[in-house]
């Protein structure tokens, strides 16, 4: 692993924001180890939070989760640890709402459009991000700061989160989903009837769209689906790294470089009464931390793109994908075009949400090419992909964007 990825913030600036941060709200009640929210962190007994995560300790989510845990527990000197559940073992991503709500997990994955019942608003949200352009890694990161700036503290938002019994830790975006396909796949006309894993709504439209037939399979069967032809082709929201974590490139080694749309909105989830019951000293120290779990986890994406596309597990080659492409751009701004109408009620004024992000959106593309050495330019061929996923890291400086970030969060 490069240092790039590894220069996350100091404990001392966790310890720094956390002195800043604005902490939750708090109760009256107690954890089961004794913590509690009217005491400090010295009065505080030794507590353990239970984490649910899908993705594998070595992920590139897998790294930034490890150093947030590494992070609150050298900041609270001890006094928190996170227990992390690797792989869906404690929950499956599907679940991981409930999971964080029912106090099974204390922390957990979150994505809106697996819940779109429970929260309507940030299963809709996704869509703002089909304007998101695909120079990599600027457009991803710009998404991922946007999203910081419009979503986190957005009081609809936050009244779902709330209604859930749960607390934002982070939201942010993921790379645009990339597919690997057993068979290659340049046209609409290959793609008609091809068998995709989907896991959300949104990616299961834009696949119908090209002809292909969405399957709802969990990513850690997705493997063995492949091998056995239940599936021809799968995709994932942590794109690249996952597919190649989860050694999904050796039975489907041919790599689409698609524009599906971002995921705009996913992030992590606190169970709220496990939050209230928390001291202001120990809410602090987590929601600094979670600050830079953020940045961590975007430099993290950057650094193993970079790495599976210098040396895969497997042999992977890079398909070019331009014409379907073409028919995606065109679903994108369909979406784009509708997302007033198909918002949900529960938003008072869905216009003024896509008109935040595409503004903050803008506004952070435009920082980033002025503060780092990013390119606008769209890969377009599997070299020119392949390229611009290798030279990533080099493009920016992983401490200063998290710098960025952190004051995202401690301005609100």
Known sequence: MSNKVRRFAPIAMIAMLALTSCAGPTADDTTDSGASADGGLAEMEPISLKMAESNPEGSAQGIAIQAF????????????????????????YANSLSAASTGLADIAQFGGPNNPEDTPGLAWLPGVGTIQQDAWPLDYLAAHAATVSTALHSEEFQAEFTD?????????????AEMYCTSPVRSVEEAEGKRVRTYAPMWSTAVEKLGMVPVGIPLLDVYEALQRGVLDCATTPSGFSSMAQYGISEAAPYMMPLHLMGFVGNGYIMNLDRWNS?????????????????????????????????????????VDAQEINEALGAHNKTVYADLVSTAPSSLKDPQAIIDQFATAYQEWRARLLGEFQLSDETPLTPDEVRDAFISGPDTFDPVEFGGFLAELYARN
């Open 69 to 92: 845990a590494d992070r609150v527990s050298e900041a609270s000197k001890g006094k928190i640890d996170v227990e992390i559940y690797w792989a869906g073992s404690l929950a499956p």
């Open 164 to 176: 859930n019994n749960v607390k934002v830790l982070w939201l942010g975006a993921s790379p645009k």
């Open 278 to 318: 928390l001291p202001a000293e120990a809410q602090a120290i987590i929601d600094a931390a979670a600050a830079h779990w953020a940045a961590d986890a975007a430099s993290s994406f950057v650094e193993q793109y970079s790495e599976v596309a210098q040396n895969p597990p497997s042999p992977v080659e890079f």
